[in-house]
Nanobody, 119 residues
Framework: QVQLQESGGGLVQTGGSLKLSCEAS????????VAWFRQAPGKGREFVAR????????DHSRSVTGRFDISRDNAKNTEYLQMNSVKPEDTALYYC????????????WGQGTQVTVSS
């Protein structure tokens, strides 16, 4: 089992920046990739970005490409989401999660960190 703890959320103005962190603990050696999802009020959970742990290959959703960047510090077992040029539609609860293999479902989830973008 992997435990995930997100941090770094808060209130930011449109056009500003924010950096989210997610620290993993527990049985992290079975992890193929880590990712960020978000869920806005009244909407379903949406994929934001993913990074593989062995090769560092990144994948970002179309809505955040060019503005957000996922990264990973393997030595610290921590992943990050750098959010730049934020928009009001980025307001959501942001979750980090793990994927045990390339085609598997995401299996461990954090509690989430709230990001609110003011217009």
């Amino acid at each position: 089992q992997v435990q995930l703890q997100e941090s770094g959320g808060g209130l930011v103005q449109t056009g500003g920046s924010l950096k989210l962190s997610c620290e993993a603990s527990g049985r992290t050696f079975n992890t193929y990739a880590v990712a960020w999802f978000r869920q806005a009020p009244g909407k379903g959970r949406e994929f934001v970005a993913r990074i593989t742990l062995d090769t560092g290959v990144k994948d970002h959703s179309r809505s955040v490409t060019g503005r957000f960047d996922i990264s990973r510090d393997n030595a610290k077992n921590t992943e990050y989401l750098q959010m730049n040029s934020v928009k009001p539609e980025d307001t959501a609860l942001y979750y980090c999660t793990t994927q045990p293999s390339a085609l598997a479902d995401y299996d461990n989830w954090g509690q989430g960190t709230q990001v609110t973008v003011s217009s």
